[in-house]
């Protein structure tokens, strides 16, 4: 385990009276480090105002800024989480071999190592395209007020390998507690696969033990291996593997699931799970449609379509490999970044497939069922990456991911050290979002 402080902080203070009503900033202030722009010399003005005038201006008015101490592993195709409001964790990834943790009231980041291996002999640490869910250890009943309840984060699916197209999708689960910031071996997975979404979801009904559900996928090598159509849900008590929610309306990778409590929008709604931001074919094809199941599923589950709202703004264009994040109990569901391929006729007379990275925040309003911008732009484009959100704070992450001008390759120098913090109760974010965030712990 390495430990360090990487540079003296800066105090995150508070925003207004509303900005976090319940968290005593004088015992436990919120610190990050000093502030620091993307400066590239393609994007010198970020949202229209100069890096100049957003690094030296008031914290609270800006929308996105940057950790000036960057990661210690640059990664992607990772996944993070928020522990306690405190800690800012990163975990595996592409050319990421440990779980990374960041104190955000000190500053000071340290490295966990993953030593092991599973039965088919890949190292515990070797996964990339993950994607982690959060769950209350079976039996744990103890109070523990320095960490959140949700103390087991799964990862049900990935990527082993860090060559770009060589690889492999794995066949077993890893578990990662956060209490002693270890990761142990998982479940053998119902079917290998990466780049899958997951949720936790309580297939037995409201107040059980949730089931460890993975959504599509690939099965194989990640450049020609096969979309799964599955969703497979592990029943962490009996031990076993099942497929209540039946099969996708098509098979895909690269996707982000989201769970809406049931009575979001009016009092009679069921909770959902939602399927968005995926890709149909390799490196091209990815889908506007959002589709949804209702919860609990019936007998014959039945997946639907729940939006599909296309058209040539930049908001609107589909895209995967994606970082998401919710707001207001999930009506709000935040996109960063993300990526789109299309077709070009070139010069000499071929076509050529082109990637366009986004660099804006797009938001999908899941009672009015729609898209809109939201937040700006961050300054440039970047995907294979994960957000997670801290509602309490008022701050939603996003580390890592393929940089703006990276070549797609497996160097580590082509994945960012970057950490991007958006400010929920930014100018952006704010105006539109900020009565109606939900300042409950997730």
């Known amino acids: 385990m390495w430990t360090g402080l990487l540079t003296a902080p800066l105090l995150f203070a508070s925003c207004g009276e509303r900005a976090w009503p319940s968290w005593d900033m004088a015992r436990h202030p919120i610190r990050v480090d000093t502030l620091q722009l993307p400066r590239f010399p393609r994007r010198p003005h970020v949202n229209g105002v100069s890096a100049a005038s957003r690094v030296y201006g008031p914290l609270c008015a800006q929308d996105h800024f940057v950790l000036n101490a960057p990661l210690v592993e640059a990664r992607r195709n990772h996944d993070c989480t928020i522990e306690s409001d405190r800690y800012l964790i990163n975990i595996l990834g592409r050319n990421g071999r440990h779980v990374e943790r960041r104190d955000l009231q000190t500053g000071a980041t340290e490295l966990f190592a993953v030593p092991g291996h599973d039965p088919a002999a890949h190292p515990l640490n070797d996964l990339n395209h ?65 780049a899958c979404s997951a949720l936790a979801l309580e297939i037995d009904g409201p107040g059980t033990p949730e089931h460890i559900c993975a959504f599509g996928g690939t099965d194989g090598a990640h450049n020609t291996g096969t979309f799964l159509k599955s969703v497979a849900c592990y029943d962490r008590r009996r031990q076993v593997w099942h497929e209540p929610l039946g099969e996708l309306p098509v098979a895909c990778d690269h996707s982000n699931a989201i769970l809406l409590p049931p009575s979001l929008c009016h009092p009679a709604d069921p909770a959902r799970v939602l399927l968005m931001n995926f890709r149909i074919r390799h490196y091209a094809d990815e889908r506007p449609e959002i589709w949804a199941i209702d919860l609990p599923v019936s007998a014959t589950p039945r997946w639907y379509l729940f939006a599909n709202e296309t058209g040539t703004a930049e908001y609107l264009q589909p895209r995967d490999a994606a970082g998401v994040f919710t707001t207001a109990s999930g009506r709000y569901v935040f996109n960063v970044g993300g990526v789109s391929y299309v077709m070009r006729d070139m010069p000499n007379g071929k076509r050529r497939r082109l990637s366009m990275k986004h660099s804006t925040v797009r938001v999908f309003d899941a009672c009015a069922r729609r898209w809109a911008p939201a937040g700006g732009d961050v300054g440039y484009g970047y995907f294979a990456l994960q957000s997670c959100a801290s509602s309490k704070l008022g701050l939603a992450f996003t580390c890592g991911g393929q940089p703006p001008d990276g070549s797609v390759s497996d160097k580590i120098s082509d994945n960012s050290h970057n950490c991007i913090v958006h400010n929920l109760l930014g100018p952006s974010f704010g105006a539109m979002y900020g009565e109606v965030i939900d300042r409950r712990r997730q």
């Not at 959140?148 to 794995?170: P, Q, T, Y």
């Open 130 to 194: 993950i994607y982690g869910v959060r769950v209350q250890p079976l039996g744990d009943v103890a109070s523990n007020s320095s960490f959140d309840a949700k103390s087991e984060l799964w990862m049900v699916c990935g990527f082993h390998g860090d060559r770009i197209n060589g690889e492999i999708s794995s066949s077993y689960a890893r578990v990662l507690d956060l209490r002693t910031m270890r990761v142990r071996l998982g479940p053998k997975l119902l079917r290998a696969g990466g």
